[in-house]
Structures are given as structure tokens and as C-alpha cells.
């Protein structure tokens, strides 16, 4: 009886899912505690969800476990912030990607860990964007402001042409100035058109928004990276202003050419991120936010080893007195 009763309880007790199983795997592996910030958005609750799991709570080292096509940059500014008040040390682990507001908490980790597929994206600013329904979506602040810098090469470009047509066409006849006059007229026509569809409102706030972004990026790697201003500023320059668009895949090798420090996950890591990483995708059809806390909790024979370790290096210390 007492058996057939204990059958029932397992039977109808809640079984653990795969993800689940799958992220204490990842605390086994790197024996540490993590923290799943999955966040389909970047937002203001993104901040309270994190501080509400980091209340109370310090650690020597972190690994965060970052799923994000980007946000409010101000939100993940603060997100950041609470990383560094609450870990010595931070490793920010991307199984699949984190992209704009998500790169910039990615700039927090003294290590990057990533698996071979994992990606970063530039550093641009989400702008909101009302659609119909009142519903606010993002446009990518970069996106509208290489759209800017195509018009202008495209100008350019055109004036350049119309120049050397001009010049071909009469043989040299004409003077400089009239050719130049001739071909300013003819560029102005056939790009006027494409200014026109740019609202100037629209470009100001492209560029306020990316400086942002800047601003905060430089700010993180002074305050928290140790990094110098020479280093820095260069450095986030680049990954606001230089690549074609939002969706630019900024990989493990662009990282560390960079000066970031990533490790490059393998062997059982790799596989376990793999998996976690297929997880999230299969997770990512809502922006809602899932963001958790795993402990880690060393076995005795564990305790025993970090015991042992310690023991040595004091031995060690006292020797070379």
C-alpha cells in the first residue's frame, strides 16, 4: 500500500524538463554559479528580474549566460552595473548570440565564452518604433544611419561620373568650373530624390542614439575592464560605426583582434552549449524575460581538492619567506 502510494506521488510530481537539465550540466561542467539572463527584450523589468536574483548575493566569479537581440541600451547599461556590484569576476557565456543592448553587457566580462557558431553584433542602439496597434517594436539606429552614408557615397559617386562624362563628352573644352557646375546640377537631381525620403528629425536621432551607445561602451571598459582611454575609444568606435548593418555577425576571431579575451569552448563544453544554445532558440518565440540563478554546490571531494589547493599555495608562501 505504502509502496503503490509512493508510485503515485512520483508519478504526479512535476518532472525536470531538458533545459533545466541541461543548464546544471553547464554549472557541473565549469563548476560555478550562472545566471540565465534570456531576455527577448532588453527593458526596464529586465533590470528588477536581475536585481531580484542578486539581492543578497556576492561571488568571486559569475558566469552570465546571455540570449539577446538587443533593447533598451539604458537597460542593459544598468544590468551591467548590478553584474559588477554583486561579482569580483564575470564571464559572459553566449551559447548562441547577443546582439546591440546584449553586446554591450557582453563588454562586461573579463572572459567571453563562446562556442564556434556564438556571435556578437555592433554596438547600435534599438530605437522604438510604434506600429499600428500601439504596439513598440525596435529599428536598428545603425541601419538608418548607413542608409544616410550609402546617399552620400551614392552622390558622391555620381558627381564623380558626371564629371569624367562631362569632360569626355566635350573633349576637354569645357572649363573646370562649368563642368563641375554641370555635373553638381546633374548629381543634385538624380539623389535629391533619395534626401528627400530622410526626415532630418529622423537623422539626429540615428546619431544621438549610436553616440549613446558609444558613450556607454567607453564608460564600461574604463570603469570596470581596467581598460586605458587610448584603447577603449578606438575600440568602441568601431563596433558602433564600422560594420554594414544591425545583423553583421561580430565572431570569436573579430573579438579578439578586438582586445577582448574569449575562450573558445571544447570538448564536453562545446557540446553542452550546443545544446543549451539549441534550447533557446526553441525558446525564443515570446519576448518574455527568463532570467535564473543556478548555485553551485562543490561535492565533498571537490571541497576536498579547492581545500587541498589553498593549503599548498599557503605552504608555498611560506617557503619563499
Wanted: net charge neutral.
Amino acid at each position: 500500500m505504502i509502496s503503490n502510494d509512493m508510485n503515485e506521488v512520483a508519478a504526479s510530481a512535476p518532472k525536470e524538463d531538458k533545459f533545466a537539465k541541461q543548464l546544471k550540466a553547464f554549472v557541473a561542467e565549469r563548476k560555478k554559479p550562472a545566471l540565465l539572463l534570456r531576455m527577448g527584450t532588453v527593458t526596464p523589468a529586465s533590470v528588477i528580474l536581475t536585481q531580484n536574483k542578486l539581492r543578497g548575493k556576492n561571488f568571486d566569479e559569475l558566469d552570465v549566460i546571455l540570449e539577446t537581440p538587443g533593447g533598451h541600451i539604458e537597460s542593459a547599461y544598468k544590468i551591467v552595473k548590478l553584474l559588477r556590484k554583486h561579482t569580483k569576476r564575470v564571464n559572459i557565456v553566449v551559447p548562441t548570440y547577443a546582439k546591440s543592448a546584449g553586446t554591450l553587457i557582453s563588454l562586461a566580462g573579463e572572459t567571453l565564452v563562446m562556442a564556434t557558431t556564438s556571435e556578437l553584433g555592433p554596438l547600435d542602439v534599438q530605437i522604438p518604433e510604434q506600429q499600428e496597434g500601439d504596439v513598440d517594436t525596435f529599428k536598428s539606429a545603425l541601419n538608418g544611419y548607413k542608409s544616410l552614408e550609402q546617399i552620400q557615397n551614392h552622390a558622391v559617386e555620381n558627381l564623380d561620373i558626371a564629371t569624367k562624362l562631362i569632360l569626355h563628352r566635350t573633349r576637354n573644352r569645357m572649363r573646370l568650373q562649368d563642368v563641375i557646375k554641370l555635373a553638381i546640377e546633374f548629381s543634385g537631381n538624380t539623389s535629391g530624390c533619395l534626401y528627400n525620403q530622410i526626415h532630418p528629425k529622423s537623422i539626429t536621432e540615428y546619431a544621438r542614439a549610436l553616440d549613446i551607445g558609444e558613450q556607454y561602451g567607453v564608460r564600461i571598459l574604463l570603469r570596470y575592464m581596467g581598460w586605458s582611454a587610448e584603447k577603449a575609444k578606438p575600440v568602441i568606435h568601431r563596433m558602433v560605426y564600422d560594420y554594414p548593418s544591425h545583423e553583421f555577425i561580430i565572431d570569436t576571431e573579430e573579438l579578439a583582434e578586438l582586445g577582448f579575451a574569449v575562450e573558445n569552448a571544447k570538448g564536453d563544453l562545446e557540446v553542452i552549449m550546443e545544446a543549451l544554445g539549441l534550447s533557446l532558440q526553441i525558446r525564443n518565440h515570446t519576448d518574455e524575460q527568463e532570467i535564473k540563478l543556478l548555485e553551485f554546490t562543490p561535492t565533498p571531494s571537490a571541497q576536498g581538492k579547492v581545500k587541498a589547493k589553498k593549503n599548498n599555495e599557503n605552504q608555498a608562501k611560506k617557503t619563499k619567506k
